[in-house]
């Protein structure tokens, strides 16, 4: 059986790179994959684009409200009738996903035997899951944290966001187009000192 795989940490923690790296280890031994992503993250529409400047574009985008196993059986389909079946899913920025959507991954390891590997940030700027981040936490067969170092050198573990040199502690989970928000990786200790002692 398949295994749902949740390969999670801080921003910059090189997910997007890890991802990319992953893809390649299967195509290095003739092994199709597909790349995918929720549709709301807009920086970038369709690509994956990681810091250390590689690109790639997703195969599909998965939308809000569209059920991820059923546009992964099509892209499937199409790999098959081309002649290579799938032997792995790559999902980029899957905080983004529904809960719904994050058990469609974990049938699609479970049912249709298609190891998933799903890449994502584990809480948001207030220190809350994000909702695809919290179901992947809870069901996923395999966790496994990327690391990340704050500013003082400790591990980062939260994500403080940061309008000029001046972090914020109230706004919504997504920041909206056109604000222009940065995010720092912070540990537990700077987090608290930053935020005046507020935890979420
Ligand atoms: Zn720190």
Known sequence: ??????????????????????????????????????????????????RLGMTREVDFLIA???SAREVFGQERTKAREGGSDIACLLVDEAQFLEPW??????RIAVEDDIPVLAYGIRNDFLTHAFPGSGRLLAIAHTLEELKTICRCGRKAVFNGRRIGDRFV?????????GVAVAYESLCGHCYLQESGGRLG
């Open 1 to 50: 059986m398949a295994k749902l795989y949740f390969r999670y940490g801080a921003m910059n923690s090189g997910k997007s790179t890890a991802l990319l790296q992953a893809a390649y280890n299967y195509e290095e031994r003739g092994q199709r994959v597909l790349l995918a992503k929720p549709a709301i993250d807009t920086k970038g529409a369709s690509q994956i684009e990681s």
């Open 64 to 66: 809000a409200g569209q």
């Open 101 to 106: 959507q994050v058990d469609d991954l974990f």
């Open 169 to 177: 502690f109230d706004g919504d989970q997504v920041a909206i187009d």
